[in-house]
């Protein structure tokens, strides 16, 4: 093989769903492996709500935009096919921000080797992104406590999942907030949450106080929309919001309001909104608390597998419509 397959971003989202017209599929020669760099070979990779971000103008985020004419961002995994590095073998499996092509030359800044003996698709549902996402929120900014409530807000997502497991680990009463009653009898069960609400069929106030008699103690947002107001005020005094995601904005031109402030100050709440890039040095100590939880079988996850790299422009939009069922990864 002399050359490879990339996915460059050429324009900037204007709202509205993903289309072939922000992207250019080029050919790449195959790069020469020079001394201290490694190539991978790339086998799955990971289609995440925080790339609509990646893809904006907006310079004031948590990271920098992807500079348009390059290689769209990503993580992903893959399989170490060359190597001139003292650190990183032939076969060695990495995972890291491998981006929208199918071979990466690197000198492993940034990447970590896969420990675990799981397939792709599983370190790629739980110990990427996802799984460090959940348990940096939840464990930080949640700060759970047996016998608490917490919510979470796109339960049946490759993040809200993990959180939903880990937070019932821990002795919480769960209730997760969905789109479908497919994915609600897979929370229930399947990953043993306590309840579910289906944001487009049920009464949200109604079901909300069903299922959270006592109040909420965390929210766990990942969505936004009707359900944020709901939740927010059945918040209990002291009550933790870990802001994550904002699914339900991202393809609008200007964002729904949000919640009035006043119940924050008269119920001492924590709201607080992160991003991994601030946490990547943390990422062995984040491990080392949730890859106890995995070993002892109580983290279940399903996959959504798309193939094909160029299937990743068009499958964007299954964050929008809620068609994805589980972690979305792209078979290469």
Known sequence: MTTYTA??????????PIGPELFEVVQKDMPSVGEGQFLIKQTHMSLDPAMFGWMSPDTESYIAPVELGTVMRSSGIGEVVESNHPDFQVGDRVTGLLGWQEYILTNGKGLNKVKAPLPDEAILSIFALPGLTATQGLFTIGKPKAGETIVVSGAAGSVGSIVGQLAKAEGLTVVGVVGNDEKADWIVNELGFDGAINYKTDDLEDKLAELTPEGIDIYFENTGGPIQHHVFARMNTHGRIAVCGMIADYPKAEPDLAPNWIPMIKKRLTVQGYAMPDHFGEIPQLLEKLTPY???????????????????????????????????????
């Open 7 to 16: 996915i460059n971003l050429i324009a900037r989202p204007k709202g509205g």
């Open 294 to 332: 995995v070993m002892q079988g109580k983290i279940k996850y399903r996959s959504h597998i798309l193939e094909g790299l160029e299937s990743a422009i068009t499958g964007l939009n299954l964050f929008f419509t809620g068609g994805n069922k589980g972690k979305l990864i792209v078979k290469l």
